[in-house]
């Protein structure tokens, strides 16, 4: 199992600029997330799904968007990249037991700089 | 609305001393509580977990116990080693949330000196 995966690994973007990061799980999970990490602010949720079809919007939405058209798969869209969305970006994915969240599995991080 | 708190960081520490990180919660409901480990260019892995009062999580020498009286899922090992430096995440999950999200903490980094 290649667990949680992230595409790409790092990416410097000019003001203004697209970009899609996707993520992979192969462990079946329903829920799928997307967090941003910034220094002395933890983790951050962006967006996430509960299921393939399925997208709600966590703390920090504005400015991103996501697909999850597959179970497997969850995008992360920027449409107009900002400087402040520099930041390292991680996917995780998790399942529900008996109504309880259980662990969450995380992707490596896409580190991204916006110029 | 669900909140974690744990202490700030750095914490500096020599080789084979006691750790304690501290973590208090407020939650609505029943939550399950959590220790993530995140290590220098990687992302988050489970540390260890407990869901419910009482419960004591433990792995890798590491425990914690889910304290429901004071709110409180306080990280501790006994003897610290060099490769125990990374940064450590409290987390809930808490069912009145629907089960979706997580909320964490804002991390505490740990620097372990030979």
């Known amino acids: 199992n290649a667990g949680v995966t992230q595409t790409p690994k790092f990416r410097v973007l000019k003001t203004g600029q697209s970009m899609t990061l996707l993520c992979a799980q192969d462990m079946n999970h329903e829920y799928m997330y997307w967090y941003r990490q910034d220094p002395g602010m933890g983790l951050r949720l962006i967006h996430y799904s509960v299921g393939e079809g399925t997208t709600a919007k966590g703390e920090v939405p504005d400015g991103y968007n996501v697909s999850r058209l597959k179970k497997q798969n969850f995008l992360l869209g920027l449409e107009s990249a900002a400087p402040s969305q520099t930041s390292v970006y991680f996917c995780a994915s998790s399942y529900s037991l008996q109504g309880v969240q259980e662990t969450q599995y995380f992707g490596p991080g896409t580190r991204l700089l916006v110029l | 609305g669900d909140s974690v708190t744990q202490m700030e960081g750095p914490v500096t520490l020599s080789e084979e001393a006691f750790l304690t990180i501290n973590c208090t919660y407020t939650a609505t409901g029943y939550p399950s509580l959590f220790w993530y480990v995140q290590y220098p260019g990687e992302g988050l892995q489970l540390l260890l977990k407990a869901t419910k009062a009482d419960d004591k999580g433990s792995n890798k020498g590491f425990e914690a116990t889910y304290r429901k009286e004071t709110t409180s899922f306080h990280l501790e090992k006994g003897s610290v080693q060099v490769s125990d430096s990374a940064v450590y995440f409290c987390?809930?999950?808490?069912?009145?949330?629907?089960?979706?999200?997580?909320?964490f903490g804002a991390g505490t980094r740990l620097f372990v000196k030979a």
């Open positions: 987390a809930l999950s808490d069912l009145n949330t629907g089960g979706f999200k997580t909320i």
